[in-house]
T-cell receptor, first 112, second 109 residues
Framework: SQTIHQWPATLVQPVGSPLSLECTVEGTSNPNLYWYRQAAGRGLQLLFYSVGIGQISSEVPQNLSASRPQDRQFILSSKKLLLSDSGFYLC???????????FGNGTRLTVT | KQEVTQIPAALSVPEGENLVLNCSFTDSAIYNLQWFRQDPGKGLTSLLLIQSSQREQTSGRLNASLDKSSGRSTLYIAASQPGDSATYLCASNTGKLIFGQGTTLQVKP
């Protein structure tokens, strides 16, 4: 079965600083990869998804970006963080369109 | 645009009760529907996935049903335990997964 690794688990960053969150997947190849954000008191918001290396689709216009440099690596980045970027960031993976979605343990980001 | 709604938002029950969590969705053209559990500060753990051609799935004390025509799914938890306390989310899959807001369950000893 798939295992999704995310790091770091928690992160405190000042406004205007850069961001890089990494997600790696074990136990599958050519997965569909997803970045979600869960803000306090709100549901999960899909930020980006990728169906292959170098293929990124953005769901929400914002100052975040995503990249997929390798088959099982998905990176979420920002050049300058905003206060509103605070939240719980979750990476998810599935093998096919109709297969179960599996999540990592998430990164709690606080922008101060 | 798919919308997913979960009712109730919060639920508190005594240990041992059977309970039902509800999930409704507006677009019935789904591949499947998936139920998750989320403990505070943690990621989501997949509980059950029901394909669009299925009516229900069971895992231990959990049973999930799907009625595509009415746009509804339920998660039935039998003989609830304090360890079941968590937030339960459903997600409809139309190619993209759209999540409900979740139901926060508290099972009191």
């Amino acid at each position: 079965s798939q295992t999704i690794h995310q790091w770091p688990a928690t992160l405190v960053q000042p406004v205007g600083s850069p961001l890089s969150l990494e997600c790696t997947v074990e136990g599958t190849s050519n997965p569909n990869l997803y970045w979600y954000r869960q803000a306090a008191g709100r549901g999960l918001q899909l930020l980006f998804y990728s169906v292959g290396i170098g293929q990124i689709s953005s769901e929400v216009p914002q100052n975040l970006s995503a990249s997929r440099p390798q088959d099982r690596q998905f990176i979420l980045s920002s050049k300058k963080l905003l206060l509103s970027d605070s939240g719980f960031y979750l990476c998810a993976s599935r093998t096919e369109m109709d297969s179960p979605l599996h999540f990592g343990n998430g990164t709690r980001l606080t922008v101060t | 645009k798919q919308e997913v709604t979960q009712i109730p938002a919060a639920l508190s029950v005594p240990e041992g009760e059977n309970l039902v969590l509800n999930c409704s969705f507006t677009d019935s053209a789904i591949y499947n529907l998936q139920w998750f559990r989320q403990d505070p500060g943690k990621g989501l753990t997949s509980l059950l996935l029901i394909q669009s051609s299925q009516r229900e799935q069971t895992s231990g004390r959990l049973n999930a049903s799907l009625d595509k025509s009415s746009g509804r799914s339920t998660l039935y938890i039998a003989a609830s335990q304090p360890g079941d306390s968590a937030t339960y989310l459903c997600a409809s899959n139309t190619g993209k997964l759209i999540f409900g807001q979740g139901t926060t369950l508290q099972v009191k000893p």
